[in-house]
């Protein structure tokens, strides 16, 4: 009966969206796959015990519809993003591998950037006897493709399937971090007689390779380089292994041949069953068709073709005896052991290697272990998933969209040593670990892996004590470029050795930006303002100043990424191409300017402590301690760059992670994070000065944020507050600027800006000061002039009823075509952005239950988007709306800011808590729930 409930729970309600427009529906509808059929096994003849442990968690089999549709109104489902690419699997300890839509494998690199690797990584054989006859075939296409976290499938025509996961238990790092993926194919005779049937399954050896680059695809606007393997030296040794759980081939080059980035251990294996007859062939090129289809017609390797150059491996499973309408599972494992990460000559040991030693000769320990736990991890994954599917508060769209998203984080890219550092990339195409902007719209980390949270935030902290004096000449697209030394542009911050050149250079622009400054504010040029010092250094300045805190996580990791790359003449071609691609950044703007991350650390670290009491039930107060002088610090430097409580922005300027956008005098966005921050810190004093952790000379720090927080508010209120249209304006400039111009006024009086990021901050602790009605007001016009410009909108992308863009008119029209240049982002909508301001509708639907409705008619939207607009697993950081702009779809696939979903998930969750009249970790008066005015709303 439990069993019964739970499947009537998850897989009864539902429904799909269907399009009016038919142009808009790929030819892989039929990938279409239900998400209990992926995530359950069948019962196992070889596999005793199994149904038992299946039942423990109330999964069980459920039948899929017959004939197979594209769409069922009682299935989830997720299709692939493109023909070619589908999830990756790996893990946190494993490169990734990815499997294109026929089911054949490739390999990302877990080096900070994905690297395809040609020839393929392997390929898989089918080969049956009976009767004296037999039948060979290469399974190089799947007829139907079926995908739910953490599972994939491909069927390949009647009787074989193949399903493939990694280990990603969330919560549990050790089991996490292990490298090893899962192929489990299972094999039915459908034919009315007993045969045998022999499984091929191939690997190519990575070991002992090089990288050449095979050029640049730039089908998404930016560089992404592919490099092919090249060995280098004497070739790799395999040898066959067999214990009693598993049998296969393990693989090594020599350690005089091996680069320093792939030394260890491969291998491939297989878990031993009854019914099972393993044969290998250690040496042998999965991409030799000849070699290929000779061993599958014969039965075995041509004796001349078993060492071809390329080498790699086979492995061979006879299932002997397959009686009619019999099915057997075969598990195969692919393991990784290289136990250092080197990224940029720096030299890390994976996490994994807590457990297993860095010696990298334990795959097939390694291998033999994942089998005996196989069960187990599998059964803790899905019951994972399962306490977000079992809620019933949350649509079944969002909760696909959850299952769909979290496959980036077994993407490559991640970094996890075995001392706890963690850096996720921005995305495939991005290098950079961990940017602190992107990382604001997600939560996961802070609620699965604390761990990891902390340790992320104390890094943020440590940075903003560094300084790096060296003179940086910014080469931002909306300033002049300056020219290098020998008289070509500079499209790189420039930080080389001709120091005489630059400073001649440095003093010609000092004198230029002084010149301005005293010319648009009408005083002297000041050295000791920091404003003033600011201002000349937007142009040409330091590389890092001390006090703000760093965009990305690459200077704790790598150190100076671009000075090594100008001057490291030893950088390989990979890290060469590597480092540039990880140092896109600061090709737009001076950093030091922006006037948001140093608020973003401190929400992030409030973040980071009231999610991590949720989750581990204590207050983790030494977390606040060791961060609060690096809070007040950061406070400090935030403070110089204010007027009246409030950041002011500079005309012209970049000072924001809205690099394409520029800001005149307060801007919404950053004075709702400044007032938040504010607000996080008195909360975080007070934690530490009820826990007799406050130093006694912080009691006077306290009241002067209060104070601050009091002049911020009354500042925001008197600028931004927009009474005709009842929202909050996109920017707002004083009477007394005298930088101030009529466009800029217009631009403030006639847009609205979407990102709430600021707001979202209630759904981790911090309590809401901005005035509920005033809040929900702007909250439902974001919505209005969104919908209304999507209504109007000829070309809606990817056909979806609504999306959220960063920047909306006030009437709903499009933006000015002569402010294009000025809010160029405006144009975009971001994942992060309408998954935050969902989520904060969300949570306030508590004060107005038809937030929630808005909520849900955007979500859903965006599951039509990814599930049958074509995303799918390549979810975007930013679509453009139009084609008239030459530049619509999407830019950035596979980017961290789509699991901004995990916030929209908490908002649920913690919505359900506070109609319940409780919350593990947030009270419900902290929410300080002001009564909602008509007027206002």
Known sequence: MKTLLFILTLFIFGFIFSFANADHITPYENVLAPISEVFLEPQETNDTGYEAVMDEYGITPYPRPEPLRPAHPSDFYIRPGSPDQAPAHGGWGNPAVVYDMTGNPSLLMAQGIAVRLEPDFSRIGIRTEKGGESSAQTLDAASDFKAAYPFTQWEYGPGIRVKRWSPFIPGDLQTTSQPVTFSEMQVTNTSKSEEDTTVYISLTDLLGMGWKSTGFDNKEGRPMPYFKPVIRGDPQTHRFVMSETASGIVMEALQSSCPEAWKGQMALLVQNASGQEVSTVEYADPKDKASWEAMLKEGKMPESRKNPGINGCILAVKLKKLKPGETRTIRFSTVFDVPQDRRFARVFDRYYTKQYGDSGNNAFRIGENAFKNRREWLTRAVNKMKKVLDNPSIPKEIKQIFINELSYYIASGLLLTADGKFGCNESFIYTIPDTIDVRDFVDYLAKEFPEIEEWIMDAYGTTIDLKDPRVAAYANRFLEMIPAPDGSTIHLTYVGPDLDRVRKIQAERIAEARSRYEAEYHKPFDETDPGARLYEEQFLGVKKVE?????????????????????????????????????????WTNQNAWLDLNYRYVLQTARAFYMNRQNKGTDNIPFLERNWTHIKKSLVYARTRTKDGLPYHTKGQVETTYDNMRFQGYATVTSVLTIEAIQAAVQMGEELDQAGKLPPEDVAVLEDYRQWLKTALETMDEYLWDKQNKCYKFSAVREDDPKASPE??????????????????????????????????????????????????????????????????????????EHKHLIDQGRESWTGVYRSYTAVLILNSYYDPKLKELAERILISDHQNILMGGQGFLNSEAFRSHASENDYGRRATIYERALAISNVITAYEMLAELQKGSHPFLRVETLCPYSVTEAAV
């Not at 790598?558 to 390989?572: I, K, M, V």
């Not at 909250?779 to 969104?786: G, Q, T």
Request: charged share 25%; glycine share 6%.
């Open 744 to 817: 800029d006024r217009e631009i403030g009086d006639s847009y609205i800006m979407s990102d709430v990021s600021g707001f979202a901050s209630e759904l981790y602790g911090i309590r809401q000061m901005l005035p509920r009605d005033k809040l929900l007001s702007h909250l439902r016009k974001i919505y209005e002039v969104n919908e209304k410009r999507s209504r109007d909108n000829p070309t809606p992308l990817w056909n979806s009823p609504l999306w959220i863009a960063n920047v909306a008119s006030l009437d709903g029209g499009p933006i000015k075509k």
């Open 547 to 587: 006090g703000i805190v760093t965009h990305d996580l690459a200077l704790t990791f790598f150190g100076n990424l671009p000075y090594a790359l100008l001057t490291d003449p030893d950088l390989s071609e990979y890290d060469r191409t590597t480092m540039t691609l990880a140092h896109r950044t600061a090709e």
